[in-house]
């Protein structure tokens, strides 16, 4: 069946689907979710990270997500914390600790849109307290490969945008460099003889899908880079503009005199060693000027009287591009009452928590978590596969966000937990702590308090 697609729009109901006057020059791409992405990612990566070195908002908006997402880490609760916490000390391959290892990868999603990371077993000897580490690889490391035939690729499987897939569309491997390509082009190369083959069991792969069937993400300022550009120069033209405000001159003008010869005295001008008159303008001093001469002083450009209104603005949209709110990327909470900032930090602490929710733990942290056991299971620190099994599963505890008015907070908190609608451990849990911790260390408190020697003539 065949159709006149633009006579078909002509007739749409819906304005935004018409092709009239206004709209027929707009004609946006119908790529596929992979093919939208990419085509684009690679400009995408390299301007938003170039934005992110250079332009102070978008690096604000990065680190506002960064914060609010991972703050000083998250936390697991499950079996066997001592064996975890000993491994996050060195959970990197570059030597960091796991927290340390989840704020670059969350900035890397972020910054340009996805990261990859290899599970990397160890041997016993390397002394580990669990023979395994995580390895982070920028997105350039898996290139934007699609082939139906390669070689070492298995029969009926097809790669994708540098991703193996299967007959059922399973994830089975991907095609990496061994080294960044843009460090060491010479040895990254052509895609030929240099990419390799990593089962897709050994790799994470953290990113958002912005469409449904989308297997590469995109950053964060993806929808603002132009306005974030475009805004950069125009603020840099009104800076120079200021600049130019600052060269403050005024210029003598004089009736034309006898040649060589002073107007009123007949006498010749006195010339500096620079060729000017020697008539300069200094704090406090008041030249007197000769009959006939008079003074005119330079009229530089201002910043315009709607200079700061157009910039908020242009921030104001640039904030709702990013997701973040713009009190908390310019840092401007002027005029703003605690009614509206709690309900505009609560939304953005609900996408934060999505983020976590549906992005980070089942993409990053679960997996981690069960390699973790898998390798202290296979290194003996784990004895049996049950124990390995339980030691897979946690829950995660991210950072708690901070509180708008923290007794008002906590008493309403309180009486969440005095009506039944909540458990205290769910409160402690918000807080970003452990509950069994927190119910260990009261048990210790309280025997500390017993175990005190009072003071002469007082019961403890």
């Known amino acids: 069946m065949s159709f006149d697609f633009l006579t078909t729009a002509a007739n749409s109901p819906y304005t935004g689907g018409s092709y009239g006057r206004r709209l027929k020059a707009w004609r946006p791409s119908n790529l596929g979710p992979q093919k939208s992405v990419t085509s684009s990612l690679p400009a995408l990566r390299s301007r938003s990270r170039d934005l992110v070195r250079n332009d102070p908002i978008a690096a604000s908006a990065v680190r506002c997500w960064t914060n609010s997402t991972v703050g000083h880490g998250i936390t697991p609760r499950g079996t066997h914390s001592d064996l975890w916490a000993a491994w996050a000390e060195v959970a990197d391959t570059g030597g960091s600790s796991f927290d340390s290892l989840t704020v670059a990868a969350v900035k890397a999603l972020l910054e340009s849109g996805e990261v990859f990371a290899r599970i990397r077993p160890r041997k016993l000897s390397d002394g580990l307290p669990v023979p395994m580490q995580i390895e982070l690889l920028e997105s350039e490391f898996v290139p934007s490969l699609d082939a139906d035939t390669y070689s070492g690729l298995p029969d009926g499987n097809i790669i994708r945008s540098g991703i193996e897939f299967d007959r059922i569309g399973r994830r089975v491997a991907y095609w990496m460099y061994r080294t960044h390509p843009g460090d060491y082009p010479n040895q990254a190369g052509a895609w030929a003889g240099n990419l390799f083959r990593i089962p897709a069991d050994s790799v994470l792969h953290l990113y958002e899908p912005t469409r449904p069937g989308a297997i590469r993400g995109v950053p964060v300022l993806s929808p603002v880079i132009a306005k974030l550009r475009t805004l950069g120069d125009f603020d840099d033209a009104v800076l120079t503009r200021q600049q130019l405000a600052n060269l403050f001159a005024a210029f003598i003008t004089q009736p ?69 709110p713009y009190e908390l990327l310019l840092g401007d909470t002027k005029d703003l009452s605690d009614r509206a900032m709690r309900m505009t930090l609560g939304n953005f602490y609900r996408r934060v928590e999505q983020i976590i929710w549906t992005v980070l733990v089942p993409r990053f942290l679960n997996p981690i978590r069960a390699a973790w056991a898998k390798a202290a299971f ?3 620190q784990i004895a049996t596969e049950q124990e390995m099994l339980a030691a897979s599963k946690c829950i995660w505890s991210p950072q708690a966000q901070p509180k708008m008015h923290p007794t008002q907070d906590i008493q309403a908190a309180a009486l969440e937990v005095q009506a039944g609608f909540r458990s205290v451990g769910s409160v402690i849990a918000q807080n970003g702590d452990d509950p069994d911790a927190v119910a260990q260390e009261r048990a210790a408190d309280l025997v500390r308090d017993k175990t005190l020697v009072a003071p002469a003539g007082r019961q403890p």
């Open 256 to 324: 034309a005199p006898t040649p060589g010869a002073d107007p009123i005295a007949g006498m010749p001008v006195q010339i500096g060693n620079n060729g000017a008159a020697e008539v300069g303008l200094e704090p406090g001093v008041v030249h007197t000027l000769l009959p006939g001469e008079s003074v005119e002083f330079s009229e530089p450009p201002d910043a315009g009287a709607t200079y700061h209104e157009f910039m908020r603005d242009q921030m104001l949209m640039v904030a709702a591009g990013v997701g973040v």
């Open 378 to 380: 296979l290194g003996g």
